[in-house]
């Protein structure tokens, strides 16, 4: 009887590896892995100009993650621009860099690539920063940088890169780590969603789209789909309903969007509704694809044209310098998570939100009220529309605010702690970015800069 026991139990745990083996597809995980090195060496390389040991060693491998990231190999080929990843031997991936477009990776059909293109140069003196880092003599600003930027024994890494705090429209202090400048180019993570905000804000300006209107993705033309019901708002809101779950390993549906399939917009549209329209919050990178696709074919053209309609409605009258944004291979912005810019850059994209909208000579580049809509949580989240937002009731927003940030706060945020954090009440911009590891992302010492920033400008002022 014991061996009848023992033969059954061998035969179930058989059973449940071969589902598993079927299920999770470990060989899919590591492909996801390689296509992730090589992206992100790629743009590191070729956007910013960074060393590819240091960035797989802080960006890269943490990402990926035990055991997988002592099997990636790589190689940059700066006579062509590109980077080739190998991962256990067996999985491949290379990413190409062009000038104008950052990098991409390359699939067996991917088209080819746009022609190459000039990013905008550094606007002129208009008193938002000198050439120069900016420093200060405030001791309490001083003490706050020092924390946000010290490491602590027995904690996660924080690895931050740069800091940019903006007060009244100007910059009053920054930092960067070594290596890094006022002009090194930073990931953005998701912080590009604010990107996908404010150029679908530009549209419904100019009457081309409306937020409550059908998304129309053509995968969801069958008779009867409840997917054809999904509104622009629902999607950039997160409350959608959409399954296409995103999580921190190489099995989630967003990672195989991003590093397996060069048409990322349909393979998440392929997803089914895993609870009703607008009645449960779930954040997925997938539902910006979707509306970035949307964004792409009103304005035509490919990625030329959506580079085109960027640099003219929102770059150039923003001051937005050294911006690249990244497509994938059907053409579409990759506006979940791939924007590269400098920090003084993103502060004034901060900047923009800050102002309602208005560009630094008055020209009105987002609707009335875009701003405040943008930031109104949705289903009492902490989340708004493509921004953070201490708008919302949870407790995640509540500690937030007990911690000294403001109540009427919000912020744009990519994983791995990129952030810029605005505050009106207050007239404040802060970016923040680096390469920061769970749990918080180096967010406590975040606050307590926003909060002494805040009490040291508020007495200078009085």
């Known amino acids: 009887m014991a061996k009848k026991v023992g033969l059954w139990t061998v035969a179930v745990l058989l059973i449940a590896l071969v589902a598993a083996v079927v299920i999770f597809r470990p060989g899919r995980a590591a492909r996801v892995g390689a296509g992730l090195a090589a992206h992100n060496l790629c743009s590191a390389v070729f956007v910013a100009g960074l060393d590819p040991d240091a960035t797989m060693k802080e960006l890269v491998r943490p990402i990926i993650g035990h055991p997988m990231d002592g099997w990636v190999r790589y190689r940059v080929d700066r006579a062509n621009r590109s ?42 003196d208009d008193g938002f920063a000198p050439p120069s880092p900016v420093t200060t003599n405030d001791f309490a600003i001083n003490a706050a940088l020092d924390k946000v930027f010290e490491e602590h024994s027995g904690e996660p890494t924080k690895d931050v890169k740069a800091v940019v705090i903006v007060k009244d429209g100007r910059v009053i202090a920054e930092r960067y780590a070594q290596g890094f400048s006022v002009n090194t180019p930073l990931l953005s993570y998701s912080v590009a969603k604010s990107f996908t905000n404010a150029l679908l804000g530009i549209l419904v300006r100019q009457g081309r789209l409306r937020v409550d209107q059908p998304v129309g993705a053509p995968e969801w033309q069958g008779p009867n789909d409840p997917r054809a019901r999904l509104t622009i708002e629902d999607l950039l809101r997160m409350r959608s309903g959409l399954s296409v779950k995103e999580e921190a390993n190489g099995f989630s549906p967003v990672a195989r969007m991003e590093y397996l399939n060069d048409d990322m917009a349909a393979y998440a549209a392929q997803y089914p509704l ?20 949307l964004l792409g074919q009103t304005v035509g053209s490919g990625a030329a044209g959506m580079r085109d309609f960027a640099e003219k409605e929102l770059l150039i009258p923003a001051r937005l310098s050294n911006l690249t944004m990244e497509f994938d ?18 502060a004034r994209f901060g900047q923009l939100y800050l102002d309602d909208g208005v560009a630094p000579d008055g020209q009105r580049i987002l609707p009335e009220g875009w701003v405040d809509w943008s930031r109104r949580s949705t289903l009492g989240s902490t989340y708004g529309a493509g921004f953070w937002t201490n708008d919302g009731s949870d407790d995640f927003t509540n500690w937030r605010v007990s911690q000294g940030f403001p109540k009427d706060g919000y912020f744009a945020s990519g994983f791995l702690g990129q952030r810029i954090y605005i505050v009106p009440s207050a007239k404040v911009v802060i970016v923040r970015f680096g390469y920061s590891q769970p749990p918080d992302f180096g967010i406590k010492d975040d606050l307590a800069l926003i909060a002494a920033v805040i009490k040291a400008t508020q007495v200078q002022t009085r």
């Open 274 to 293: 895993s609870s009703p329209i607008g009645k449960t919050w779930d954040y997925t990178s997938g539902n910006t694809l979707i509306v970035d696709r």
């Open 329 to 346: 291979g059907s053409g579409v912005f990759m506006g979940a998570s791939y924007v590269y810019a400098p920090a003084r850059t993103y």
């Open 83 to 124: 980077v080739e990843t190998t991962l256990a031997r067996f999985f491949h991936a290379r990413a190409d860099f062009t000038p104008g477009y950052g990098c991409r990776l390359e699939f067996a059909h991917t088209p080819p690539a746009p022609a190459p293109r000039s990013l905008l140069p550094t606007p002129a």
